[in-house]
């Protein structure tokens, strides 16, 4: 089965420090693997995405994540938090698993990001 | 490029009606899934249209329904409302169905 896990429903950071939201992923199949953020009342903007190019993915706004296949993993990181990054993000996996025959495209629960002054 | 677009961008409806909700996907685009967003659910996929068949459906009970268009834009209908019905529906589109989803703004969704 395909599962994604955000590890952390909120974090907290001041600005100017680093941000590290964690995601694991099972498949049984490759992956895609995508980042998502979400402004109050707006929706989703692609941050990010892997596929299976190279592990290190750069996003836009500073974002990066890598891809860590040992360890299932695909956190997002970004050196230097501002105060505009103060939203809800969303870690997905893409997968085709081809019992299944179609797509299947799996959301985490969402890490809100609360941005510190 | 222009994004997805959704319209209405809010609506508000009472117990036992039903509402159409549209998308126009990124130009070129054939794929159009949509979600209901919530805060107690989160996000959950509705269904997915490609080239005007349904190819995948979540768990939703048959009140919801949609469809789209040969130029690609979809509509989703919900009929009998019911005030757990009140949510955020966003829908996305992709090039194809393997490739990244661009998401529109969404419909907010009330029902009284």
């Known amino acids: 089965a395909q599962s994604v896990t955000q590890l952390d429903s909120h974090v907290s950071v001041s600005e100017g420090t680093p941000v590290l939201l964690r995601c694991n992923y099972s498949s049984s199949y490759s992956p895609s693997l995508f980042w998502y953020v979400q402004h109050p009342n707006k929706g989703l903007q692609l941050l990010l995405k892997?596929?299976?190019?190279?592990?290190l993915v750069k996003g836009i706004n500073g974002f990066e994540a890598e891809f860590k296949k040992s360890e299932t993993s695909f956190h997002l990181t970004k050196p230097s938090a501002h105060m505009s990054d103060a939203a809800e993000y969303f870690c997905v996996v893409s997968v085709f698993p081809p019992t299944s025959g179609t797509y299947k495209y799996i959301f985490g629960t969402g890490t809100r990001l609360k941005v510190l002054a | 490029k222009a994004g997805v677009t959704q319209t209405p961008r809010y609506l508000i409806k009472t117990r036992g009606q039903q509402v159409t909700l549209s998308c126009s996907p990124i130009s070129g685009h054939r794929s159009v899934s949509w979600y209901q967003q919530t805060p107690g659910q989160g996000l959950q996929f509705l269904f997915e249209?490609?080239?005007?068949?349904?190819?995948n459906k979540g768990n939703f009970p048959g009140r919801f329904s949609g469809r789209q268009f040969s130029n690609s834009r979809s509509e989703m209908n919900v009929s009998t409302l019911e005030l757990g019905d009140s949510a955020l529906y966003l829908c996305a589109s992709s090039l194809m169905r393997e490739t990244e989803q661009f998401f529109g703004p969404g419909t907010r969704l009330t029902v009284l």
């Open positions: 892997y596929t299976s190019a190279a592990t």
């Open positions: 249209y490609f080239s005007e068949t349904q190819r």
